[in-house]
């Protein structure tokens, strides 16, 4: 069978495919792909097609292998990078393109392939392909492998590991991190956990007071302004006395100052609220009479780092308006993918505080760090 590259065009990716398959077998490989523009008949404007270049096999001379894009990539940055390799360098890329060609085969019965964005020199494919399997956003993907295009020489693009490195790298440089928490003694740090229902937040406020008082050996305090649910006030009192911390209770913004004095004169004050669905105006609106009578120094969103993109990002944009500062992610254990946290961080440039990893009181939490994040993100790294 000939090894020269064969265009086929169709409506989606999967289309493509599947003639690719039906014309060429089951051992082809795909070279690129490309979004093109047709104009239809009896001026109906024009429609998108996807182009993909494939082979019949594995091309093993450089001549054979063609994985330069036809046209001009529509965005800088992702440009082909293989033109000027040696034969034996290019032979290698083919080979490194069959085991792309599997992710994609992958991807396809996973019902994704649609979102394999044309344009995408064969060295790309990989890396965005991962990012969309962690269910990165596409633009954000986009930007991203663009990013990696642009911090690699040619020849690095065939060392899996190269490419790994510079894929981590800038998916870290898309995740913003706020220094820990840092309280100095004898001066009050007042800080808030605020967030939709059932995240985490007295649980993490929990592990952070033990933390602050066992590790830093700070006095601590406590103050609930949940108290629309009796056993939420338990659950707080509980860790209180376990963790050996006074705990008051405010149960509406005017009585914010007699819960500081009933707490005197601590080093860290951490205010654990009611999970508030992002819908409910009321609510958050009266969440932020409550932080207008606390002032505290930082107000942290926490966020199970596993929901899907519309919900953290409507909550990120409703708990603004109670000045949320920082982010915590959640139940990372749990998460199946990152991506769309990633895409929050991206956009909302909220810079992440903490991380926690499992239930555990008051082990499973960990300052953000970026490079971890990104592994995590990449499935590099496990969460213990
Ligand atoms: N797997 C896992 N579970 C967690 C983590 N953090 C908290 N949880 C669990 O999530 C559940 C809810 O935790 P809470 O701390 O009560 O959540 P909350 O945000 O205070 O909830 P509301 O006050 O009802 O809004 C509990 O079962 C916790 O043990 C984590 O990092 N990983
Ligand atoms: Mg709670």
Redesign the pocket.
């Known amino acids: 069978m000939s090894t020269a590259a064969r265009i086929y065009r169709a409506r989606t990716m999967r289309e493509a495919l599947a003639r690719v398959r039906r014309d060429l077998g089951g051992d082809a490989v795909i070279l690129a792909s490309r979004s093109v523009r047709r104009r239809r008949m009896f001026g109906l404007g024009d429609r998108e097609l996807i182009e993909v270049r494939a082979s019949a096999t594995m091309p093993s001379s450089a001549a054979a292998i063609d994985v330069e894009t036809p046209t001009a990539p529509r965005e800088p940055g992702l440009r082909d990078r293989s033109a000027g390799l040696s034969a034996t360098a290019q032979a290698r890329l083919g080979e490194e393109l069959s085991r792309l060609h599997e992710r994609v085969d992958a991807l396809s019965r996973m019902g994704r392939i649609d979102h394999l964005i044309p344009d995408l020199p064969g060295p790309l494919v990989g890396p965005y392909a991962r990012l969309i399997e962690a269910e990165v956003p596409e633009a954000l993907a986009r930007r991203i492998v663009a990013a990696v295009s642009e911090s690699l020489e040619p020849h690095q693009f065939l060392d899996p590991r190269e490419v790994d490195a510079a894929l981590r790298e800038a998916v870290a440089l898309c995740i913003p991190v706020a220094p820990p928490i840092r309280a100095v003694r004898g001066t009050r740090r007042v800080v808030a956990l605020v967030?939709?229902?059932?995240?985490?937040?007295?649980?993490?406020?929990?592990k952070l007071a033990a933390d602050f008082k066992l590790v830093h050996g700070l006095s601590v305090g406590l103050v609930t302004l949940?108290t629309y649910?009796i056993a939420?006030v338990e659950?707080l009192r509980t860790y209180a006395e376990i963790i050996d911390v006074p705990l008051a209770v405010a149960n509406d913004p005017a009585e914010m100052e007699r819960a500081f004095d009933e707490l005197g004169a601590v080093d860290i004050a951490f205010i654990?609220?009611?999970?508030?669905s992002p819908r409910d105006e009321v609510k958050i609106r009266e969440l932020g009479e409550f932080m207008e009578r606390a002032r505290p120094d930082e107000v942290h969103l926490?966020l199970s780092a596993g929901a899907g993109e519309r919900t953290l990002h409507a909550a990120a944009e409703r708990f603004s308006r109670v000045r949320a500062d920082r982010l915590i992610l959640?139940?990372?254990?749990?998460a199946e993918g990152l991506g769309a946290a990633l895409g929050l961080l991206g956009r909302s440039n909220l810079p992440v505080s903490y991380l926690?990893?499992?239930?555990a009181v008051p082990d499973?939490?960990e300052p953000a760090d970026r490079m971890r994040l990104a592994s995590l993100v990449l499935g590099m790294e496990g969460i213990r």
């Open positions: 967030g939709p229902t059932g995240v985490g937040k007295t649980t993490t406020v929990a949940d649910r939420a659950q654990d609220t009611a999970g508030r926490v959640t139940k990372l254990d749990e926690t990893t499992g239930q499973d939490i």
